[in-house]
């Protein structure tokens, strides 16, 4: 997603949660401060859409209850008081769900990500890439983490490789002939069928 501006104001859960629920525009919540997403632009979206496509495809069959999640769903980073909106997330099985301080169930912030995917664009580039996968890295559970660029063929995926001794190894891809590997759920998606889908933009 693309960030817009930060409100100065400080809100609660309960405010942030109230106000979102009727706002057209989405925010990530940062302990308090807002942080206003726009939209993305049609390369970005199409890669997106093309990319939990086909994850859903391989996972209802084989990899339930794993569930793949688009960026209508949060996820509550306790540790850091934030609530975030992932362009893809993949439970770690059946989603689980925030209960608010009021001990309400929300079924639209889970709290067990698995994998997050990010889409990158060039205002929040350096944020995915450098607090944002330390952030998630503090959800307990989370395994894997991919990044992907959506006008040019590149891929990095973080993989938690030794969770006793909190060891992460990452790949990067830049080819088209090459699989993107997600480790923690033993499948592959081929770059050339994500990006694929490119071609026809640059028509």
């Not at 660029?149 to 590149?154: M, R």
Request: glycine share 4%.
């Amino acid at each position: 997603m693309i960030t817009a501006k930060t409100t100065k104001k400080l809100y609660t859960i309960a405010e942030y949660l109230e106000m979102e629920d009727r706002s057209e525009v989405r925010h990530e919540f940062q302990n308090g401060n807002l942080l206003e997403m726009a939209g993305g632009i049609v390369p970005h979206n199409v890669i997106k859409l093309r990319l939990g496509g086909k994850l859903d495809q391989i996972l209802e069959p084989e990899k339930w209850p794993h569930m793949v999640l688009n960026s209508d769903t949060k996820v509550r980073i306790e540790a850091a008081n934030r609530f975030v909106y992932p362009d893809l997330t993949i439970s770690d099985g059946t989603p689980e769900y925030y209960t608010t301080p009021e001990g309400k169930t929300r079924r639209d912030i889970i709290t067990n990500p698995l994998v997050i995917i990010e889409v990158l664009s060039n205002d929040t580039r350096q944020y995915d890439k450098g607090e944002k996968y330390e952030l998630y890295c503090s959800v307990p559970g989370f395994s894997e983490y991919i990044l992907i660029e959506p006008e040019t063929i590149w891929a990095k995926s973080y993989y938690l490789q030794d969770p006793d001794n909190n060891l992460w190894r990452h790949d990067t891809l830049t080819e088209r002939t090459e699989t993107l590997r997600i480790r923690s759920l033993d499948i592959g998606i081929s770059l050339d069928s994500i990006y694929s889908v490119l071609d026809k933009l640059q028509k």
